[in-house]
């Protein structure tokens, strides 16, 4: 299916990349994917999807984008597949975390935070 792994892929011109550059870029693109989970599932909250749009948006989106990151070679769009999949999830992870901040408030808040102490000791 894929003919090479993601630790077999180069640059354009066979550059590669510092260990620190490579943590750090890492890192970046994990904080970004937090914060976008954040903007779309606040976003999507009150939302009450329907079986079809369930499906479209947390299955149909996310599919295209892990395509797109599988099989570009272009590093922009990988990362727009990136967004997709994040944001795909993130739709429909909203409503959810809803429900669990009215049954216990400040879960959803606590789990965040040891998320991002937990992101930010291995991105350091």
Do not use: C, D
Not at 49 to 71: D, E, K, R, T, Y
Request: hydrophobic residues 55%.
């Amino acid at each position: 299916m894929i003919s090479t792994g993601v630790w077999e892929r180069t640059g354009h011109r066979n550059e590669e990349m510092t260990r620190s550059a490579f943590y750090f870029v890492i890192g970046a693109i994990l904080s970004w994917g937090f914060i976008l989970t954040m903007l779309v599932a606040k976003s999507t909250a009150n939302w009450q999807p329907n079986m079809m749009s369930l499906l479209l948006v947390g299955l149909g989106i996310p599919i295209v984008g892990i395509l797109l990151s599988a099989f570009s070679k272009n590093a922009m769009i990988s990362f727009i597949g990136f967004n997709m999949v994040v944001g795909g999830m993130s739709a429909i992870l909203g409503p959810v975390l809803a429900m669990y901040a009215i049954k216990e408030p400040g879960l959803i808040e606590r789990a965040a935070t040891m998320t991002a102490i937990v992101a930010a000791v291995m991105g350091t």
